[in-house]
C-alpha cells in the first residue's frame, strides 16, 4: 500500500464523474471542506490482496503515529491510483480503505473517507512544517510473522507401533530409534525430509517416462508443465477412472468446480496468504484472477449454499482438480514437484469429531488398500497436535495395524493449520529422495471460517467436521510408479508397470506376412475382452521386434509362425519370466483378467500395428 501525507489547513474536494470501478455515494459526500486535516492519498496493491488486515493495521498505525506527531485530530484518506503502478482490484482497495478507516476511528481520530472510483476536484493548503509532506510504504511483512510462529511452536518426534508402543526420537541421534532398523523406507524419509540430506542424483522416471513415450517436457510452456503423449495419455486417463473408482467406493458424488477465481474475494483472499508467492496469477486491466491450487476454493463456495441435515451425514464430495501452484524452478523436479498437476480432492463433511475419526478410519483403510494394488512401498508420516494425540493414540496405533508397520509421529504444540491430526504416505525414490502420495487431513476449523454448517435434529445450524483427503496427485503417481519400476530393476528385477496400466498389455510378433492375419484374430479376440493386444508388423528381425518389446516393458510378448497357426496353444513369454508358457488364447485372457481384476481398462491408445504408428519420442 502506497500513502503520500499531507498536513494542510483544509482540503476542498467536489465530485465530478464516475469510473467503471465506482462505489456508490451519498449525496453529502459529493463536496465538502475538512480543516486543520492529515489527508493520506492512498493506493491498495496487489501484493495487499492476501493480507489485508495486517496491511490495514500497520497503515493506520504508521498514519495515527503521524497524525499524533503533527497533532491533527482528522484524517482524510484519499483514494488515489497514480501512487503506483500494481493496483489491487476495486473490492479489494476499497475493502482495505475501509478497514484502514476503522482502525483510524478505533484510536480516537476523526476519519474521512473520500469516494473510490470518482473523477474528483480538489484543493488542499500544505502547512509547510517539515512533517507537512512524507511519502510511506505499507506492507505485511508476513515472512517474518510466520518465521517467528515457528518458533514459539517447535515440534517432538517419536515412532509410534501398532502395538501402541511409543520410542522417543531425536532428530540427531535418530541410529538409537530402536523401530527404524526394520524400517529402512521410514528412516530414508527421516534423512531425506526431516534431516534435509537430500540426494544430488537425477530420479531414474525423468528418462524413463521419455523412453517409454509417455511424458515429456513442453519447452514452449512455463516450468512444470509436460505434454502427455499417446500413451502417458492413457496412463493418466487411466489412473484418473481409478481415482474416480475409488471414490464412488467411499460414497462421494462428483462435482466440477472453476479454476479461476478472484483475489479479492475475502475467504480466497486469506487462503491464498497461505500459499504466499505459489500462487498463479492472471493480472486483467480492474482485478486479478488466482488459479486455484487446489479444489477447496469452489468446494467450499458451492457447500456454503448447501442444504445438508444431520440425517445426510457424512457428505462426501470428489473433485479431479486440475491445481496449479508456482513452485521455485528449482524444486520442480520430473513428475515429483510440478507446477500444474491433477489432484483427485476428496472431502467429507462429518457431524461431530465422533462420526469425523469414525470416517477417517474408513478412509485410510480404503487408501491403504488402494496403494497395495498399485504396489508401492511406503513409509507413513502422522502429524498431529500434541493435546489431541495423546487423547487419541490408540486411534492412531488402530490405523497403523492396517498398514502393519510403525509410523513416524510429530506432536505440534499447538495447532499451526486448520487440521489437528493428518497423515502422509510417502514414498521413497530411487535415489533416496521422498514424496507425498495418500493424505488425510481432520479440519476442525473451515467449516466456521467459510460458513459450512448443516442443519441438526433440533432445525438449528451446526458446523461441522471436514476431512480434506487425497489418493496424492496423478502425475506424482507416474512418478511413483516409474521409480518403483527402477528400484526393482537396480535390485536385478526386470521393470515392468503395472498389467492395468501397461499401454501395450500383449504384443503379437509375426515370423511372416502370411502370419499376420492369424496376429489379427488373436488381437481382436483379446480385444473384445478388454486387453489391450497390438501387433509388430515392422519389416525388422524377430529377435529386434522381441528386444524393442522387452525395451517398452510390454507384459506378454507371442510369437507365431507357421507352427502356431495349427496349434491348440500358442507360446507366451510373460516379462520376467525366462521359461515360455504354452496357454490356449482363452488361458491367456483369463490370466490378465484375473490380474487386472477390479481395476479400470481403456483401448489402446495408438493403432493396433506398429507399422502404423508415428514415433513421438526419439525418432
Known sequence: MQLLLIHADYLKFEVKQPTPAAEEIRPEQRSGEIKDVLVVFSAAEEADEAHVEQVAKKAAEEVFNIAQKVEAQRVAIYPYAHLSSSLASPKLAIRLLDATAEQLRSRGLEVHRLPFGWYKAFTLSCKGHPLSELSRTITAEVQEVAEAAAEEAKSKWLVLTPEGKEYPLNLSEIEACPPLTNSPLLKQYLVSEELGQKPGGEPAHIKLMRRLELVDYEPASDTGHFRFYPNGALVKGLLEDFAAQIAAEIGAVRIETPVLYRADEPDIAEQAAKFLQKDYKIKLPNRTLILRFSGDFGLFRMMKTTLMTYKQMPVRIFELSPSYRLE????????????????????????DLKQGLEEYERLFEIYVKMVRSIGIEYAVIFRVVEDFYHQNRKFIARLLRLVSQPALIELLAERKHYWVLKHEFQMIDSVGGNAQLSTIQLDLEDSERYGIRYVDEKGEKRGCVILHSSIGSIERWIYAILEEAAKDQMAGKAPCLPLWLSPTQVRLVPLASRHLDFCQKIAGELEKLQIRADIDD????????????????????????????????????????????????????AEIKQLTKGMPFRPLATNRLLSLRPIFFGG
Open 328 to 351: 521455485q524452478s528449482g524444486e520442480t523436479v520430473g513428475l515429483k514437484r510440478l507446477r500444474a498437476f491433477t489432484m483427485p480432492d476428496i472431502h467429507c463433511f462429518c457431524l
Open 538 to 589: 515392422r519389416d525388422e528381425s524377430v529377435s529386434k521386434k522381441v528386444r524393442d518389446a522387452e525395451r517398452e516393458w510390454v507384459p506378454y510378448v507371442i510369437v507365431i509362425g507357421d507352427k502356431e497357426l495349427e496349434a491348440e496353444k500358442i507360446p507366451v513369454r510373460a516379462r520376467g519370466q525366462k521359461e515360455l508358457k504354452w496357454l490356449a488364447v482363452a488361458e491367456l485372457a
